[in-house]
């Protein structure tokens, strides 16, 4: 049997009852990704406290991004739930209602989040610039933090929230060499801190075939790491995928097929070929999400 050189980068991700109110999450450290990165991900199953306890603040020596992702293929914006969230020394309420990115820069205490609200599941993802998610708790004032406002339109932290602002994706949205169309929608999450530069892509998959990019039958690389994120719709069993993927990684002389069956990450270093990737089957809808922790820049054309 071959080899694999590739095989290393195609991780298959293994769900686990999560603390608390989380119903299943996955978890993958620097060591797996091979990068400082940290990412954590799962669905919650009822309203209440999020996170572990004691449920306070706390705060990273590590900028963070946190992700509240509805999974209604009909409406990726919706999140279908209302979320608590304390941000800064001073505890400043927001309320998270649709689909919604928070960057935490490193030394910004954040937490405690309350779900106050489920009519249906969503899925939290957060991003870590560290191989290993730790934080330190701090001792503020409860009593502060429970009777404070809600934040005006224009509190201090407000620049910190990207609401996902999802679009249709269709036919010839990437160009004349490239017109399939998935029916879903897409949505970027970009940093708006030069001190935190970060890419996050969201899309729904409705149908297929379905291929990915501008030139879509030719490979391509990134300067910077990507982590191609191959998730279910099914919020009740995040284990299923509900669909089949194949991605090629390596430059076109020696690149090598994989299929993906199974809710699968796949981590791609920065100038590593990679692509075509092409969404052979959907027997329901299916997400692709594509975490870049340090940002993204044009991709340039692999070696053939």
């Keep these: 049997m071959a080899v694999s050189k590739y095989e290393k980068y195609v991780k298959k991700l293994t769900f686990k009852d999560g603390p ?149 994706k269709g036919a010839w949205s990437y160009g004349p060499k490239n017109r399939d169309d998935s029916g879903g929608h897409l949505a970027f999450i970009r940093g708006s801190d030069s001190a935190f530069d970060f890419l996050i892509m969201c899309e729904s998959i409705k149908k297929a075939p379905y291929r990915f990019g501008p030139d879509p039958d030719n490979p391509h690389v990134h300067p910077k790491p990507e982590i191609l994120f191959f998730l279910g719709t099914d919020l009740n069993d995040l284990r299923q995928f509900g669909g089949e993927a194949e991605i090629y990684l390596g430059k076109k002389k020696e690149m090598e097929r994989f299929v993906i069956t199974e809710p699968t990450a796949v981590v791609v270093p920065g100038g590593l070929a990679h692509c075509p990737l092409v969404i052979t089957r959907v027997d329901r809808p299916i997400i692709l999400t594509d975490v870049r922790p340090f940002g993204s820049e044009r991709p340039g054309a692999g070696r053939r």
């Design 20 to 168: 608390g109110y989380y119903r299943q999450v996955a978890t993958l450290n620097g060591r797996s990704l091979g990068m400082d990165a940290h990412i954590q991900l799962g669905a919650y199953r009822a309203a209440g406290n999020m996170g572990g306890e004691p449920y306070g603040p706390h705060r990273h020596d590590f900028n963070q991004v946190m992700l509240w992702l509805g999974a209604d293929p009909a409406d990726m914006g919706e999140l279908g739930a209302e979320v608590e969230l304390c941000l800064g020394e001073e505890g400043e309420k927001y309320m998270i209602t649709t689909s919604t990115a928070v960057w935490a820069p490193a030394g910004m205490p954040h937490f405690p989040a309350t779900i106050t609200r489920m009519n249906k599941r969503f899925i939290f993802m957060t991003v870590s610039c560290a191989p290993e998610c730790t934080e330190t708790a701090l001792q503020l004032d409860k009593k502060n933090l429970e009777s404070a406002p809600v934040a005006p339109f224009f509190g201090k932290y407000r620049e910190n929230f990207i609401n996902l602002a999802f679009t249709r």
